[in-house]
């Protein structure tokens, strides 16, 4: 939700834009509707709104002024001029200050609706970009994390930090009001998705019992969300960040496990249960995948386990499969994973289980029929709606393969596995629009298919070489040296 400041002498004009702003339901909140400037001015230097709804024709200081002692503070902010004169110097004027849009009094709410859309469009891609950039450079443990922070946060830091990941059920939320803190508590918002946004927490004490209650109150809007422990000092940011991230995704373990604190992964009792299960399908001991399937979820549910647990599990029999030379040519897609790739491959941790039980069962051979026939209609449909979320499993039953045999194929066919094709065939689009379009790298993320701006980014880079911003610009100067 962006913040919002109005300004104009008139009252009944603050009531009309009041109205219009009003009609956007959670994309916009008014924080200020004043007829002074000088209070405007004040308000936009201690809380930097998003954007300033501005006459250009008030006693004292005019809207041009207002812009232009708001630039010398060094706040960056969008300014919407609404004026009752028509004339072509005040536009000029206005847009040259850098206003973003110049709307005439009385308001044309059609025209006025266009322009609303047209504003909120540039500041998600606005954030999107700034909080990306700020979530990496923290990631990366920026030199000092410290000096970062207070970029983002007003007040004198406090000692401790804790985070918070959110996943909500829709693209349009409140961000502002979902946590109740202490006091002495004080937060930066980053978008990292169309869903998602990671909350820091900087206060005096561990904040855990009142963000879980938060959460909790707030389930008609919270899909799922992941709290991180608390450390002293900024130098952990960037651990606290990974680690709130790995337990919002707690739920593939559990759905009902939506509000997760994380917890480290218990890695010796995984291993030997990872061993159990290897000489269990060896021996035949499962009679159907849900008996396998059914031993599997009980065991993570018994021992609290997470999807960290349940990514070491998967890399563990990946790795003591692979040892075994008998099983190699039966491991087409069994590839060490990370628990951001997991969430791709996998919708759940039953599915993944489902998956090791049809994979490592033999095929009989004379029951696959016509697989290959089925194989290009799936191809083809992967091709088409490769923006959309598709797992392997769910594919090789929409077009009656056995999920084993259909991992042969993709290897066959392809050359690649299927994560690797899926990943390959949105890269190739990605690259395409960021080259020939103009669309945000926010609207590209999801044009292919990724939800989270983050993950794109890092998959982009990991493929292509270099993050999707620089590949933009490197292909735009490309393009006029042509």
């Known amino acids: 939700m962006y913040r919002v400041v109005i300004v104009d002498d008139e009252p009944w004009a603050l009531i009309g834009i009041r109205k219009l702003i009003e009609r956007n339901g959670n994309r916009f909140k008014i924080i200020c509707e004043t007829t002074?400037?000088?209070?405007?001015?004040?308000?936009?230097?201690?809380?930097?709104?998003?954007?300033?709804?501005?006459?250009?024709?008030?006693?004292?200081?005019?809207?041009?002024?207002l812009m232009k002692r708001t630039r010398g503070q060094g706040v960056d902010v969008d300014f919407v001029v609404i004026s009752g004169f028509a004339e072509f110097s005040y536009v000029q004027h206005a847009l040259q200050e850098g206003a973003m849009d110049y709307q005439l009094k009385p308001l044309d709410m059609e025209k006025a609706e266009e322009m609303l859309d047209k504003l909120y469009r540039k500041l998600e891609n606005k954030r999107s970009t700034n909080d990306l950039s700020f979530y990496i450079s923290l990631l990366e443990e920026y030199e000092d994390s410290q000096l970062l922070?207070?970029?983002?946060?007003?007040?004198?830091?406090?000692?401790?930090y804790q985070v918070v990941t959110v996943y909500f059920k829709n693209a349009e939320y409140d961000d502002v009001a979902i946590l109740e803190l202490t006091s002495k508590a004080q937060l930066t918002t980053l978008k990292l998705g169309p869903k998602k946004c990671v909350y820091i927490i900087n206060s005096d004490e561990d904040q855990s019992e009142l963000i879980y209650r938060s959460l909790i109150s707030k389930e008609?809007?919270?899909d799922r969300a992941g709290i991180s422990l608390s450390s002293d000092g900024s130098d952990h940011v960037s651990m606290?960040?990974?680690?709130?991230?790995?337990?919002?995704?707690?739920?593939?373990?559990?759905?009902?496990?939506?509000?997760?604190?994380?917890?480290?992964?218990?890695?010796n009792l995984v291993k030997q249960f990872a061993e159990q299960i290897i000489i269990a399908l060896e021996r035949v001991q499962y009679k159907t995948m849900k008996d396998m399937t059914t031993v599997i979820t009980a065991f993570f549910s018994t021992n609290h386990l997470g999807i960290e647990d349940a990514v070491f599990l998967w890399n563990e029999m990946v790795m003591q499969m692979s040892k075994d030379g008998d099983n190699n040519s039966r491991l087409l897609d069994f590839e060490?994973?990370?628990?951001?790739?997991?969430?791709?491959?996998?919708?759940?941790?039953?599915?993944?289980?489902?998956y090791i039980f049809e994979q490592l069962s033999y095929l009989d051979r004379?029951?696959?029929?016509?697989?290959?026939?089925?194989?290009?209609?799936?191809?083809?449909?992967?091709?088409?709606?490769?923006?959309?979320?598709?797992?392997?499993?769910?594919l090789s039953s929409k077009f009656f393969i056995n999920v084993s045999y259909c991992c042969e194929l993709f290897k066959k066919v392809t050359g690649m596995?299927?994560?690797?094709?899926?990943?390959?065939?949105?890269?190739?689009?990605?690259?395409?629009?960021?080259q020939n379009s103009n669309l945000s790298i926010a609207d590209v993320c999801k044009s292919v298919g990724y939800?989270?701006?983050?993950?794109?980014?890092?998959?982009?880079?990991r493929n292509l070489g270099c993050t999707p911003s620089k590949y933009r610009k490197t292909s735009g100067d490309m393009n006029a040296l042509n």
């Open 36 to 65: 002074e400037p000088a209070t405007a001015l004040e308000v936009i230097c201690e809380q930097s709104p998003d954007v300033v709804f501005t006459d250009i024709r008030m006693p004292d200081m005019t809207g041009i002024e």
């Open 149 to 160: 922070l207070n970029t983002r946060f007003r007040d004198k830091p406090y000692k401790r």
């Open 220 to 222: 008609d809007v919270v």
């Open 240 to 267: 606290l960040l990974k680690t709130s991230d790995i337990a919002s995704n707690d739920c593939f373990v559990d759905r009902s496990k939506r509000i997760s604190q994380y917890s480290k992964g218990k890695k």
């Open 336 to 354: 060490f994973l990370e628990y951001s790739e997991m969430k791709e491959k996998f919708i759940n941790l039953e599915a993944m289980g489902e």
């Open 366 to 394: 004379d029951q696959l029929g016509d697989a290959n026939n089925k194989f290009k209609e799936l191809l083809q449909y992967t091709n088409k709606h490769f923006d959309e979320e598709l797992f392997l499993k769910d």
């Open 417 to 434: 596995t299927f994560s690797q094709y899926m990943t390959d065939l949105r890269m190739k689009k990605a690259a395409e629009l960021l």
């Open 451 to 461: 939800s989270d701006y983050f993950y794109f980014n890092k998959v982009f880079k």
